[in-house]
């Protein structure tokens, strides 16, 4: 993540870096996160904000792991592709150690955020990994991608900044071209 060009994160964005691995509250490792305006824009209402807010579980994992929801079960789509994730009963959102702990600010701002928008999302009853849909096209995705994308324009985020932070290392450079154009980024 070193190459991406310099984007600040909202001044009063905070994250708990020292968290050890395991369960905390989302405002544990994200403090104030729910006073913030990118926060309360999420599309949902201002009561499930201020429940999300209060139930949504951060499960900090060791290994190669930037950010994710947990499961409730592990979807085909990932067993097959070889992927075991954390599973959660409820709302949980899945942060490597290493992510946490040495990722900028606006990195971890725009990707909480981006996951936030799938805890909606599966609340809604929405399937976050659809069968028959390339990640660079699946729904839930481009959704989640084009609100943080929003927020990091009124942040000044160039297309520079939003190309390397929308390439994602299981993708091939033409899924990433897809990607960038699903969510408005221009290509280089």
């Known amino acids: 993540m070193s190459r991406i060009p310099r984007v600040s994160a909202p001044p009063n964005f905070r994250v708990d870096r020292a968290r050890p691995k395991g369960s905390h509250a989302l405002l544990t490792v994200f403090p104030g996160l729910d006073r913030l305006p990118g926060f309360r824009s ?8 201020r429940s999300m807010a209060r139930s949504t579980r951060v499960q900090v994992v060791p290994g190669p792991v930037f950010m994710y929801v947990a499961p409730h079960a592990i979807p085909e789509i990932l067993r097959r592709g070889g992927f075991t994730p954390f599973t959660a009963p409820g709302d949980c959102i899945v942060v490597g150690l290493g992510h946490l702990r040495r990722s900028a600010r606006m990195i971890l701002y725009m990707d909480i955020l981006h996951e936030l928008c799938h805890v909606i999302q599966r609340a809604a009853g929405r399937d976050l990994w659809q069968e028959g849909y390339r ?3 699946r729904p839930t995705e481009i959704e989640a991608y084009r609100f943080v994308i929003a927020l990091a324009r009124e942040r000044r985020a160039t297309d520079a900044f939003l190309r390397e932070y929308l390439h994602v290392g299981w993708m091939t450079p033409k899924e990433h071209r ?3 154009r699903n969510v408005g980024v221009a290509p280089r």
Do not use: E, K, M, V
Not at 42 to 49: K, V
């Open 42 to 49: 999420l599309p949902t209402s201002s009561a499930r904000q």
């Open 135 to 137: 990640y660079a096209d």
């Open 178 to 180: 897809l990607l960038l």
